[in-house]
């Protein structure tokens, strides 16, 4: 079967999550200086990107990940809770609403937070717990150490979740950016644009249909894509997003297709087929060895087999060399056709399989 499409996983293959990163940090920012008034504390994370990174260390960052905690919302989340945890003598009794809480906080706060040690702590005494458990241990620790008996402020995507997720949302469109006199944040790419744009170009122009399978929001996807100048090189009925599975979901009243599962994937395939047929277990099972995911995670590998496709990585998905180490093992593991530098060595691979 000769190969004619590529469908692209994004953040580690094109983009990366620094953008998102940003927002998180910036959020536990201004939440601690603008909202707590303990100014002073990060330096000046507006303008300046090595202050922002100290805000929480990539290192921490990587370590949530590895955890499992994968919306980089829940990370805001982690990083907020986590922080207030540590703030000496802070005390609520009650508060019936966010304001009413932070107020509580601020009045009873006898000095910032021992940052990032108190972070450092919570992943030592939260070992083995992953994923929203983890996220929820977090506001499980800020409410003992508060004395704060309501628990439905603190939940996962209770009141106090989505404050900050407006919070980072305002800070993701720009919007909080040009509030504090700064530019809007870009996304960043897994290895410099010019080369990508080279990459995609080649690609296109030798006939290949190019697509995207990816857990953001067509919005973002867009944004993204658009900002880098990159959005013209795909076929724009092929980008399988949160969007399309959040739509199945919920006329299908099921959940859990996101990736792994093939959903975003399928329907990048076949887009004008019906979520009904593309999970159907038979169709998912035909073979599509025309349909080659280019992915940099075992999930992308996993998801490319469940559908029938080829898939091969790259190793830009990490940092350093023992990450990177670390994912080459795991995709050899998941039998990754290729695993390849980057996505400008996908044009020579190709050559090869004709
Ligand atoms: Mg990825």
């Not at 530019?183 to 990508?196: F, K, N, V």
């Not at 100048?229 to 006329?251: C, I, N, W």
């Not at 590998?301 to 080459?328: D, F, N």
Request: proline residues 5%.
């Amino acid at each position: 079967m000769k190969i004619d499409t590529l469908i692209f996983d994004m953040d580690g293959v094109i983009t990366t999550e620094e953008k998102y990163w940003a927002c998180a940090r910036l959020t536990l920012w201004e939440l601690v200086t603008q909202t707590l008034g303990a100014s002073g504390t990060f330096g000046d994370p507006i303008h300046d990107p090595e202050a922002r990174e100290a805000i929480a260390p990539d290192e921490l960052i990587y370590a949530l990940k590895g955890r499992a905690v994968n919306s980089n919302w829940d990370i805001a989340f982690v990083l907020a809770c986590v922080y207030l945890s540590g703030l000496p003598d802070a005390t609520v009794i009650s508060a019936v609403d966010v304001p009413d809480f932070l107020e509580a906080i601020r009045d009873t706060m006898a000095g910032p937070s021992l940052w990032p040690q108190t972070l450092v702590d919570f992943l030592a005494e939260t070992h083995g717990a992953k994923g929203k458990a983890l996220t929820q241990e977090a506001g499980n620790r800020l409410r003992r150490t508060l004395d704060f008996s309501n628990e439905d402020l603190l939940r996962v995507s209770g009141p106090f979740w989505w404050y900050l997720h407006d919070r980072f949302q305002r800070f993701y469109s720009g919007e909080a950016m040009r509030e504090y006199g700064g530019s809007p944040l870009l996304d960043g790419t897994a290895i410099p644009a010019d080369q990508i744009e080279a990459t995609l170009k080649k690609l296109r122009d030798g006939g290949y249909t190019l697509g995207a399978a990816t857990g953001r929001p067509r919005s973002e996807l867009d944004d993204a894509l658009g900002g880098l100048g990159l959005l013209d090189y795909f076929d724009s009925r092929r980008l399988g997003t949160l969007d399309v599975v959040r739509q199945a979901e919920k006329k299908l009243g099921i959940v859990g297709l996101e990736k792994p599962h093939p959903f975003c994937l399928l329907h990048a395939i076949h887009p004008n087929t019906a979520p009904e047929i593309l999970l159907d277990e038979e169709f998912q099972k035909t073979r599509r060895h025309n349909v080659v995911v280019v992915g940099d995670a075992t999930s992308d590998v996993m998801m490319a087999k469940a559908a029938g496709c080829r898939a091969i990585c790259v190793l830009t998905g990490v940092r350093g060399e023992a990450a990177r180490q670390e994912r080459l093992q795991l995709l050899v593991h998941a039998a990754a056709e290729a695993i390849l530098d980057d996505i400008t060595h996908v044009p020579d691979w190709l050559e090869g399989q004709v």
